[in-house]
């Protein structure tokens, strides 16, 4: 039993990462638009151009990774397979919600602020 609701918690703690994460990106890119990479100098690493083209989306994609993952967990919490084996697909499920937001946090953090700086330090 203390399996289960451990792996709900998990679940529920997964959703909340993947949402906040979306909503910390959509604030961020808000604050600083794409072209904010001129401000540190001529310089404008490649990885930051091509991370500027597809992060304006995550926001949506990490939504629409909370709603599949929804789905996912529903479907094994109603099938008939037997409960360490629901326990342990929605924790799967959970682990992968928790990489999504990890990957997308980092991608935003690494090419909006940190390579543009080091790439004009030197």
Known sequence: MTRIV???WIFVGSLAAVLS???????ILTAYPADHFRTFGTTIPSISETHARWLPHA???LGASALLSLIVAIYFWRSGRSREIKAFAVTFVAAVNYFLAL???????????????VANAA
């Not at 990957?103 to 543009?116: E, K, R, S, T």
């Open 59 to 61: 926001p949506a994609a």
């Open 6 to 8: 451990l792996s709900v």
């Open 21 to 27: 994460a979306g909503s910390l990106i959509s604030h």
């Open 103 to 117: 990957f997308c946090v980092m991608a935003l953090v690494v090419a909006y602020f940190l390579l543009p700086k």
